[in-house]
């Protein structure tokens, strides 16, 4: 069974700019979750997704925001990148809402000039 | 406030040698702790989960322990390997709540 796949793996944009990141979850599962990761902070959860449903958010401003698809992909956001947004931004998957198994992605490295 | 809290932040062993590493918790009550491991450049791989109701958790040479009481829980790696150098991240999780600790980054040298 193939794993947690996330697009692009790496990416650089300036400041001002939008991003919107991918993930695919493995096949079955219906629960999505993003999380941004630094050095400074760790993980931090942003949101997680099942059957399309945001159903639970972390404190991350408004730019922030994602959406999930009939086929379970998701797909996160973030508007007007500023430099604090560069993160390794991590996607993981669960058969079932409340995460109790997640399988993680290898994540996208955004770098923001 | 709910705190996950990792000691130390890194460390450096011989290959080999074992290692135990140290996760305390203010999250309570929770549904369940985990030991994730991560490489450097990859997402985190599950080492082991623990219920509140369980004390002590193998994943080969990878042993969590847990106690409730005092609120800590130990990841102990025996016979260290090269491979096992990576960052460590304990996370405790409350229903759908999710607190991770910052990690401590492991390095194993021949």
């Known amino acids: 069974k193939a794993g947690v796949t996330q697009t692009p793996r790496y990416l650089i944009k300036t400041r001002g700019q939008q991003v919107t990141l991918s993930c695919s979850p493995i096949?079955?599962?219906?629960?999505v979750s993003w999380y941004q990761q630094t050095p400074g902070q760790g993980l931090q959860f942003l949101f997680e997704?099942?059957?399309?449903?945001?159903?639970n958010k972390g404190n991350f401003p408004g730019r922030f925001s994602g959406r999930q698809f009939s086929n379970s992909r998701s797909e996160m956001n973030v508007s007007t990148l500023e430099l604090g947004d560069s993160a390794l931004y991590l996607c993981?998957?669960?058969?079932?809402?409340?995460?109790?198994?997640?399988?993680f992605g290898p994540g996208t490295r955004l770098t923001v000039t | 406030k709910n705190q996950v809290e990792q000691s130390p932040q890194s460390l450096i062993i011989l290959e080999g040698k074992n290692c135990t590493l140290q996760?305390?918790?203010?999250?309570?009550?929770?549904?369940?702790l985990r030991w994730y491991k991560q490489d450097t450049g990859r997402g985190p791989v599950s080492l082991t989960i623990?219920?509140?109701?369980?004390n002590t958790k193998s994943n080969g040479r990878y042993t969590a322990t847990l106690d409730a009481d005092t609120k800590q829980s130990s990841l102990h790696i025996t016979a260290s390997q090269l491979s096992d150098s990576a960052s460590y991240i304990c996370?405790?999780?409350?229903?759908?709540?999710?607190?991770f600790g910052t990690g401590t980054s492991l390095t194993v040298i021949p």
């Open positions: 996760c305390n918790y203010t999250v309570s009550p929770f549904s369940n």
């Open positions: 997704y099942f059957s399309e449903t945001q159903r």
């Open positions: 996370v405790v999780s409350i229903r759908n709540q999710f607190y």
């Open positions: 993981a998957s669960s058969s079932i809402a409340g995460t109790y198994e997640q399988y």
């Open positions: 623990m219920t509140f109701s369980e």
């Open positions: 096949s079955g599962h219906r629960s």
